[in-house]
């Protein structure tokens, strides 16, 4: 008995990962419990398809346009004030919703409108929390299984946040999803505050470059090979593998029998695989495998949706996509572990700002434009070229790797000083 933490991830090991991760855990199911009500809300009050797109749009376009310069700010102020102080204006966003969808508001607009200021909180927030994962787990080596467990958080979240939030909404209404949420933030604010962090060391940025532009950052972040060599293929995961998510319900008109539970079924197996992909990435005390797993995940994500795209057989097409989910969840977990492990610590905030402009940032844009062009050629032949389109920056990635091999010796460099 004394030894159960011995079959725990390595990161839960450390006492205050442990703190973390139980606030964080209650943090996510409140985000999705708000997401889903937030979803219900605007399509009761307009009954608009478009509209409902419009909100999710919203939520997620900002890691796109706002993710450098959350990172920027990452690098440039105190970490763990600056993400209280983003949850604490989260949860603020969360009780207002909760007020004016209990007051009866209709106005749109302002719903819209607060939508927007979570997606450019949320923008802020994800650099800002990933960078503080590093001095949680205290070792640069237990990142990996601390990013693992965070996608586990996350892939539960998504599980038990919309069954919570279908209670609720079944049984009382929106405004207590929104109250539930600004009450789960209060998990992860008081984890902040217990875990006791030790104070930040001032952190010297190079002369000037508070004042760089967008370009300039850019040029110096070009130069960590990570980044270089590894984000390229988060970029083609996020714009041509998480479309399948938004046409969910055509292809299960188009392939299947265009049931609601057929939607569920297909959506619950990607969870599921991302899951257990994650809890593997969580088991992992080092980056010994992570550079191979890169390399061949994004062949697995392409194969799997390029299968997908032609199954017709319910079951098959659960494994493809359960294989799919998993697949993708290593590349870009053990991609942001690599990231977060081979740059210094003061640009460390910028490299995952750039990172989630390329998985979440570019996710809206694929599914636009894997909707439009699955409405002018069909769904198979758009998941097909997807799926190609996702192996061919894999095997690309692999050649520049095999091709380049002082970039290769840099990228190990960079992990092991």
């Given amino acids: 008995?004394?030894?159960?933490?011995?079959?725990?991830?390595?990161?839960?090991?450390?006492?205050?990962?442990?703190?973390?991760?139980?606030?964080?855990?209650?943090?996510?199911?409140?985000?999705?419990?708000?997401?889903?009500?937030?979803?219900?809300?605007?399509?009761?009050?307009?009954?608009?398809?478009?509209?409902?797109?419009?909100?999710?749009?919203?939520?997620?376009?900002?890691?796109?346009?706002?993710?450098?310069?959350?990172?920027?700010?990452?690098?440039?102020?105190?970490?763990?004030?600056?993400?209280?102080?983003?949850?604490?204006?989260?949860?603020?966003?969360?009780?207002?919703?909760?007020?004016?969808?209990?007051?009866?508001?209709?106005?749109?607009?302002?719903?819209?409108?607060?939508?927007?200021?979570?997606?450019?909180?949320?923008?802020?927030?994800?650099?800002?929390?990933?960078?503080?994962?590093?001095?949680?787990?205290?070792?640069?080596?237990?990142?990996?299984?601390?990013?693992?467990?965070?996608?586990?958080?996350?892939?539960?979240?998504?599980?038990?946040?919309?069954?919570?939030?279908?209670?609720?909404?079944?049984?009382?209404?929106?405004?207590?999803?929104?109250?539930?949420?600004?009450?789960?933030?209060?998990?992860?604010?008081?984890?902040l505050v217990a875990m006791r962090l030790p104070p930040e060391p001032p952190r010297h940025a190079p002369s000037g470059a508070a004042l760089q532009g967008f370009a300039a950052n850019l040029s110096v972040l070009f130069a960590f090979p990570a980044v270089r060599y590894l984000l390229p293929t988060v970029v083609a995961i996020g714009l041509f593998a998480t479309p399948y998510v938004p046409l969910m319900p055509s292809i299960a008109v188009h392939f299947f029998d265009g049931q609601s539970s057929t939607v569920g079924l297909l959506m619950s197996a990607a969870g599921v695989g991302a899951l257990i992909a994650a809890g593997y990435l969580s088991l992992q005390p080092g980056y010994g495998r992570q550079l191979r797993l890169m390399s061949l995940a994004p062949l697995a994500v392409g194969l799997a949706l390029g299968l997908f795209a032609w199954s017709r057989l319910l079951p098959l097409s659960m494994l493809l996509l359960a294989a799919l989910g998993g697949a993708a969840m290593i590349g870009v977990n053990a991609t942001n572990a690599m990231l977060q492990q081979s740059v210094p610590d003061e640009w460390r905030g910028r490299v995952i700002g750039i990172y989630s402009m390329s998985f979440a940032g570019t996710a809206p844009l694929g599914g636009l434009l894997s909707g439009w062009m699955a409405d002018r050629i069909g769904l198979t032949t758009t998941l097909t070229l997807n799926g190609a389109l996702i192996v061919a920056a894999g095997l690309v990635g692999r050649w520049r790797l095999h091709n380049h091999p002082e970039a290769l010796r840099g990228l190990m460099r960079s992990l092991t000083r």
């Fill in 1 to 191: 008995m004394a030894d159960w933490h011995l079959w725990l991830p390595p990161a839960l090991a450390k006492p205050r990962f442990r703190i973390y991760a139980a606030g964080h855990t209650v943090s996510v199911i409140g985000s999705w419990i708000q997401q889903v009500a937030l979803a219900w809300l605007v399509f009761r009050l307009t009954q608009s398809i478009f509209l409902l797109g419009v909100t999710g749009f919203l939520l997620n376009i900002f890691y796109l346009l706002l993710g450098p310069v959350g990172g920027l700010t990452a690098d440039r102020l105190p970490r763990l004030k600056l993400l209280i102080g983003i949850d604490v204006f989260l949860a603020a966003c969360s009780a207002l919703l909760a007020v004016m969808a209990a007051a009866g508001v209709e106005n749109i607009a302002v719903y819209l409108a607060i939508a927007a200021l979570i997606g450019i909180a949320n923008a802020f927030e994800m650099p800002v929390r990933q960078t503080l994962i590093r001095v949680i787990v205290e070792e640069r080596a237990l990142v990996t299984s601390a990013l693992g467990v965070s996608a586990m958080v996350f892939n539960i979240g998504r599980m038990v946040g919309p069954a919570i939030a279908g209670l609720v909404l079944a049984y009382v209404s929106e405004a207590w999803c929104f109250a539930l949420n600004a009450v789960c933030y209060g998990g992860i604010i008081a984890a």
